[in-house]
């Protein structure tokens, strides 16, 4: 199939309901700018933190949509309310709040313009928002002359109002990606890190260090534990490094407890405390916020550092129940471990 048809060379296509009109009609020309929008944000979407790429996807789909919409002809086409782009906003400020990002808020407060280049996501977010405002002004002057629908103008207007604040969602999530790295690399020089008092209490002391015959031995006795509650669990335990040693998933364990028991494992070797400890510490205000945002952490229980002589040498991670089941399971293994 080729991909010309020729049928476009005078100049002309076609509306949703079939009429034919001039490529310079109102509704293609705003529809230009609009897929212009949605290219931009294809390219921002494949640099965009993991947490950001399904928003960005469907605020794609929603400008295709749009698109439906303005060249709908006599066709009937639903545009969606400016609310639903509000309630879009609300939820990600309310995720990202400008007082955690003191550059943000500092943009804010004195009234400056926000200048893009904090990371190559938000830039190319701004530019979809530049090129937005730009399918706004065009709509404007082509609804004061009643040759396009005018609630396409609120509408464009709120949709850059949301490009900014994913780009301002980008922003923070390069900063806690940096931050995070900073602190990972700067923990990794340390054995024996303890965040606060209590943090880093769970462990057992080896007299060896972390190999392969005693990460079974935590396997074994975790695959037991589970036995008796009656949950298929995956188990997984790293060395000091983060590097996976040994591993196993029982018959019947849910699918995504399989990237879930190693994150556990990881973040405990790597904040060298209890994972439910870190579900603590990334809660608003505390030390750890924003941490939660990264893709690479499991921040909730069923993560144990394993110690040797106060030296983290290990952890172990448990995924496939409840909360209080993967913990359980993780900390059973910890209290026979010292028969092994």
Same mark, same amino acid.
């Given at each position: 199939m080729r991909i010309y048809t020729r049928q476009g060379d005078r100049g002309e296509t076609h509306l949703a309901d079939g009429s034919k009109v001039s490529k310079d009609h109102p509704a293609i020309v705003l529809n230009g700018h609009i897929d212009k929008a949605v290219s931009v944000l294809g390219a921002a979407r494949s640099t965009a933190p993991e947490v950001l790429k399904e928003e960005i996807k469907a605020l794609q789909e929603m400008l295709m949509s749009l698109m439906a919409f303005v060249a709908r002809g006599?066709?009937?086409?639903?545009?969606?309310?400016?609310?639903?782009?509000?309630?879009?906003?609300?939820?990600?400020?309310?995720?990202?709040?400008? /007082?955690?990002?003191? *550059?943000?808020? &500092?943009?804010?407060? =004195?009234?400056?313009?926000v200048v893009p280049g904090e990371s190559l996501c938000e830039s190319l977010l701004h530019v979809a928002r530049t090129v937005v405002r730009e399918a706004e002004r065009y709509a404007l002057q082509a609804a004061k002359k009643q040759a396009l629908d005018e609630r396409l103008v609120p509408f464009l207007n709120r949709l850059s109002d949301y490009i900014c604040v994913l780009a301002i969602a980008a922003v923070f999530e390069d900063f806690v990606s940096r931050i995070t790295q900073?602190?990972?690399?700067?923990?990794?020089?340390?054995?024996?890190?303890n965040l606060n008092?209590?943090?880093?209490?769970?462990?057992?002391?080896?007299?060896?260090?972390?190999?392969? /015959?005693?990460?079974? *031995?935590?396997? &074994?006795?975790?695959? =037991?534990?589970?036995?008796?509650?009656?949950?298929?669990?995956?188990?997984?335990?790293?060395?000091?490094?983060?590097?996976?040693?040994?591993y196993s998933r029982m018959d019947g364990a849910l699918l995504v407890s399989c990237d879930l028991a190693i994150k556990k494992a990881k973040t405990a070797v790597s904040l060298r405390m209890p994972t439910?400890?870190?579900?603590?510490?990334?809660?608003?205000?505390?030390?750890?916020?924003?941490?939660?945002?990264?893709?690479?952490?499991?921040?909730f229980g069923g993560g144990f550092p394993i110690k040797k002589d106060g030296k983290v040498i290990g952890a172990i991670g448990v995924s496939g129940g409840s909360v209080e089941e993967d913990m359980d399971v993780?900390?059973?293994?910890l209290s026979v471990s010292s028969a092994f």
């Open positions: 006599s066709k009937e086409y639903e545009l969606p309310g400016v609310e639903s782009l509000e309630s879009k906003i609300d939820s990600i400020q309310e995720r990202y709040p400008f /007082d955690c990002y003191s *550059k943000v808020l &500092d943009v804010f407060n =004195k009234g400056k313009f900073i602190v990972m690399r700067e923990l990794a020089k340390y054995g024996n890190f008092k209590t943090g880093g209490g769970a462990g057992t002391m080896y007299s060896k260090g972390m190999n392969l /015959d005693l990460a079974l *031995k935590f396997v &074994d006795a975790a695959t =037991k534990r589970a036995s008796e509650i009656g949950v298929p669990m995956v188990i997984a335990v790293v060395d000091e490094s983060g590097v996976l040693t040994a439910d400890k870190v579900a603590e510490l990334v809660q608003p205000g505390k030390p750890l916020y924003g941490l939660q945002s990264d893709s690479n952490l499991c921040c993780a900390q059973y293994a």
